[in-house]
């Protein structure tokens, strides 16, 4: 894993290989970075699932070799970017798929637990941007 | 250098999956050998007592098992699930669908 940057001055920088075996990792060291930014055990719980399903996305639905994700926290709020995060055209198209539906649920529940997922792009790199309030 | 995260542990005894550990697109598929074919006969308990975090790559296998336990006239109910996935099954819109049971 190679990790740059502070999460509170600018955002801390994490990228692992795009493979199954590196989720848990990226998962586990977000959770650290949130907890000792002062996120609460909730908000670490559903942070650790939000990483999780982005990861898993560009694993299997993108062709690029790294996961990239920045994590920030700003004054009022915490953010997660994640690098080309699967097809992200039309996330209004994005809903909860019905209950027999197998595949399909990780950006629904993204959207579920967190408080705004959107599309940003920065520097021409197409990101997906999701943040929760601190309450 | 070991590998410091916990790994998962299925065990099958009877119609019981005892499941350990972490449920993700890289260790699911252990989970979804310990159902497929669904084990014992009568209902299938899942027991993820000891599952810390579980993200909808277990969702799918349990949804898959779920949906083979309801077409054999089975059931499976999925035991003892912590907060975490707890959450994961409610905020997925599946609390009325599969069968939890969180009082043991």
């Known amino acids: 894993m190679s990790e740059s940057g502070n999460p509170s001055a600018g955002g801390h920088v994490l990228i692992v290989a795009a493979e199954p075996s590196m989720i848990a990792s990226l998962r586990h060291r977000v959770a650290t970075l949130a ?34 994700m920045t994590f920030r926290r700003e004054p009022t709020r915490f953010v997660l970017d994640v690098d080309d995060a699967g097809a992200l055209t039309g996330l209004e ?36 941007r999701c943040t929760r309030g601190i309450s | 250098m070991s590998d410091p995260l916990p790994r998962l542990v299925v065990s ?17 598929p252990e989970l979804e050998a310990a159902l497929e074919p669904l084990p014992g006969a009568g209902d299938v308990h899942v027991d993820l007592a000891g599952v810390g975090f579980m993200d909808s ?45 969180d009082t043991t």
């Open chain 1, 35 to 68: 907890r000792a930014s002062g996120a609460r055990d909730e908000l670490v719980d559903d942070l650790r699932l939000v990483v999780s399903e982005l990861a898993t996305n560009v694993v299997q639905h993108t062709d690029s070799d790294t996961i990239r």
């Open chain 1, 93 to 128: 198209h994005i809903s909860a798929p019905g209950p027999d539906r197998l595949a399909g649920r990780g950006l629904s529940i993204v959207r579920a637990v967190m408080d705004d997922v959107e599309i940003v792009d920065d520097d021409g790199r197409r990101r997906l």
């Open chain 2, 12 to 28: 099958v005894h009877g119609s019981t999956v005892t499941v350990a550990g972490d449920i993700d697109a890289h260790s699911c």
């Open chain 2, 57 to 101: 790559s277990g969702l799918r296998v349990l949804i898959g098992a779920h949906q083979h336990a309801a077409a054999a006239d089975r059931r499976l109910v999925i035991g003892r699930p912590s907060g975490s996935v707890l959450r994961l099954i409610e905020v997925s819109g599946l609390s009325g669908h599969l069968h939890v049971d």
